[in-house]
């Protein structure tokens, strides 16, 4: 039992840390938000969460946690191929510069 409480505890002071800490990034402090919050409702007890499912319009906790589940995955794909198509470009952009030093160095050689 003191072990449930250690881990309310844990997600209390992740939900407010996330309200507290600058992110640079909107979806970042989201993950951590709903993260949190989720798992302070995991730990409540079935019963809670299969009234809260019921309020959102889904038969069960077990379907809520499941579509949480899915949607968060797949904003996690989302964001992560966004990110790594960001940083392609930034390298492009770095290469290009790079390429256009080297050319002028030479030609001032």
């Known amino acids: 039992m003191i072990i ?4 309310l505890a844990i997600f209390i ?3 407010f840390y996330g309200l507290v800490r600058p992110f640079a990034s ?11 919050m989720l798992g302070f409702l995991s730990l409540l007890g079935a019963k809670y969460v299969t009234e809260i499912a019921l309020l959102v319009g889904v038969e069960n906790a077990t379907l ?6 899915l949607v968060t995955i797949f904003l996690f794909i989302i964001i992560t191929i ?6 392609n470009g930034r390298i492009t952009k770095l290469t290009r510069k790079i390429a ?6 030479d030609n001032n050689k």
């Open 82 to 87: 966004n990110r790594f198509d960001e940083v």
């Open 26 to 36: 909107i979806f970042a402090k989201l993950f951590l938000l709903v993260g949190s």
């Open 100 to 105: 256009l030093l080297e050319k002028k160095l």
């Open 4 to 7: 449930k409480y250690v881990f």
């Open 64 to 69: 809520l946690y499941l579509y949480f589940g």
């Open 13 to 15: 002071s992740l939900f």
